[in-house]
């Protein structure tokens, strides 16, 4: 039997009952979209199952977002479909926390969209703690439900950016978070920015604010004013009131619909645990594809 239990008083939901080791029913992918077009996000809470349970739940709602390079990458310790999130290398060894390492975690550590900076119509993504360190030294996840946030929004705000459009740029969002960005890693990673609507709406009708960590500016705004009108709905939406802590426990999935909800990490303190987590991502529609080669392919067929 399939159970839903509401976490939090906006959004998420915990799902038990689903044995994810077994072929997928109709009822537990009905069950599953259902929970996520009410809550916004959910946490299956279950064993262990392994990278091709993980693929194949994953593919019941939607074609997977390949990670860069996935047509080349060797096959590790990790199927190739999986993004990974973590403090691992290939290898599987810790990685020490040096300042470094640090500054890559900060991306994430923003309140952030997955994936929203690339032309994918992304969906869900689905998150594993295969191996999750005690709460107390980091590893949390939080999430923000933009759809309450949305309805919280004064109605002059709600009229003024009704139809607009923001910018999502990925290397620009990663400088206002902080990280250190240089003219050599843009050249190795080209990734021209992309649009999504300001305002996005649920299958079923409701609102949400679309920003987060990605979104710099708004067209037909001055950098300046679009990058401060994008922060002012940032800090709105990320008001403790709209954010669900999630404390894994090994074994979890975690889905968030990156459309409607916002989610960040929270840093590790130590190197002492292995945090080993692992992500499908999941498009609306259209081919498995990475978003590499899905840019590439674009620009050749408009060349
Ligand atoms: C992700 C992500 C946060 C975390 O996997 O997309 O942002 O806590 N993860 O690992
Ligand atoms: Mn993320």
Known sequence: ????????????????????????????????E???EQYNGCVVRQGQITDEEHIRFARLFGPLELPPGYSTRPRGRMAPEL????????????????????????????????????????????????????????????????????????QETKDRIDGMTGIHDFWRGRAYAGLEVTEEMKAAMPMPPVHHPLVRT???????????GH??????????????????????????????????????IVIWD??????????LETDQYRRDMRRATINESGEEIDSYEYRRRKQETAA
């Open 83 to 154: 993004f990974f999130a973590g403090n691992l290398d290939p290898d599987g060894n810790i990685k020490p926390l040096t300042p470094a390492n640090q500054n890559i975690a900060k991306g994430a550590e923003r309140f952030h969209a997955d994936s929203s900076f690339n032309p994918l119509p992304s969906k869900w993504s689905m998150l594993r703690g295969v191996e999750c360190p005690p709460s107390e030294v980091g590893g949390d996840t939080l999430f923000v439900d933009l759809r309450a946030a949305y309805d919280d929004l004064p």
């Open 258 to 267: 990156n459309r409607f909800a916002l989610h960040a990490a929270t840093p």
């Open 34 to 36: 259902a929970a996520m």
């Open 202 to 212: 649920t299958p079923s009708g409701r609102k949400a604010v679309f920003v987060g």
């Open 1 to 32: 039997m399939i159970s839903v239990r509401q976490l939090h008083p906006l959004f998420f939901a915990e799902i038990r009952g689903a044995d994810l080791k077994a072929e997928p029913t109709e009822d537990l992918r009905s069950a599953v």
């Open 215 to 252: 979104c710099v500016g708004v067209v037909g705004l001055s950098d300046e004013e679009g990058h401060a009108l994008v922060e002012q709905l940032y800090d709105h939406v990320t008001q403790p009131k709209y954010v669900y802590r999630h404390k894994w426990v090994e074994g979890d």
